[in-house]
């Protein structure tokens, strides 16, 4: 699975990292802290999946879904981030997104997630 991490935390990058990298089925084919960036990468490399902040360096989360799904990218996206509203929950929804978690508590529930996509024998760790 080819996937593209957005996320403008270097601490936070670093843990997603680590912890995606510890599945082998697991291409991360980007990593993106801002709206035009990760617009831009997303069209480029057409990932399968996406892990998304909602609050970015320059832009929004929230944005870029939008340009993105107006650009017809079928990626499986995640959103993991520190605006857990209801009205941020109901926007990025809006948009298809496949999972909406709070980055302070549900790190781990979010990469189960991203994780049950891969098949059982290339989800297991390395």
């Known amino acids: 699975m080819n996937l593209v991490i957005i996320e403008d935390n270097e601490l936070v990058l670093k843990q997603l990292l ?13 990593t993106v802290a801002d709206e035009a960036a990760a617009v831009s990468l997303i069209r480029r490399v057409q990932p399968d999946a996406i892990l998304l902040d909602l609050s970015l360096a320059a832009g929004s989360g929230i ?15 995640l959103v993991l981030t520190n605006q857990s509203a209801d009205i941020a929950r109901r926007a990025c929804e809006s948009f298809g997104i496949d999972g909406f978690y709070d980055k302070s508590s549900q790190v781990l529930d979010c990469l189960e997630q ?7 024998a290339a989800g297991e760790r390395k």
């Not at 993105?68 to 996206?77: C, D, F, K, L, Y």
């Open 18 to 30: 680590r912890l995606v990298g510890e599945r082998a089925a697991i291409r991360v084919v980007g």
């Open 63 to 77: 944005n870029v879904l939008r340009r993105i799904r107006a650009a017809g990218t079928p990626a499986r996206v």
């Open 114 to 120: 991203l994780f049950s996509w891969l098949p059982q």
